[in-house]
């Protein structure tokens, strides 16, 4: 697979993000939207883009990936940067403390 940018959308009021089929690739990272209700992003996997559930790290802790500023490319944690061949999503906010996106946003992951 060549280097591929796929959008993942936050409806407006949401907190999850539309799934995105990884199909194996790996992510490089992720572009921020220049707006962003301020929360970090957790992230869900699913082996059939129905169900989904939390991913953890291999110290048993969810995979989190903080957003600082807004329009910034954040870089992914290793169990990111690896192929997953499986479906993803992003939640603005963790499973206790969901963060809903104000308006709708589009966060971009590059893939390769």
């Known amino acids: 697979m060549g280097k591929v940018a796929v959008q993942l959308v936050f409806s407006p009021n949401s907190v999850l993000s539309t799934p995105a089929d990884l199909g194996g690739?790996?992510?490089a990272g992720l572009m921020m939207p220049m707006e962003w209700t301020p929360a970090h992003?957790?992230?869900l996997a699913s082996p059939?883009?129905?169900e989904f559930s939390d991913?953890?790290?291999s110290n048993g802790q969810p995979v989190m990936l903080p957003v600082g500023v807004p329009g910034v490319a954040?870089?992914?944690p290793p169990e990111l940067a690896t192929p997953?061949?499986?479906y993803i999503r992003l939640r603005s906010g963790t499973r206790s403390l969901p963060v809903p996106q104000q308006d709708e946003r589009?966060?971009?992951l590059m893939l390769c």
Do not use: E, Q, T
């Open 25 to 27: 690739a790996v992510i």
């Open 41 to 43: 992003l957790s992230v």
């Open 55 to 57: 991913l953890y790290d």
């Open 74 to 76: 954040v870089p992914v």
């Open 84 to 86: 997953m061949p499986c």
């Open 48 to 50: 059939n883009g129905v």
């Open 106 to 108: 589009v966060v971009v």
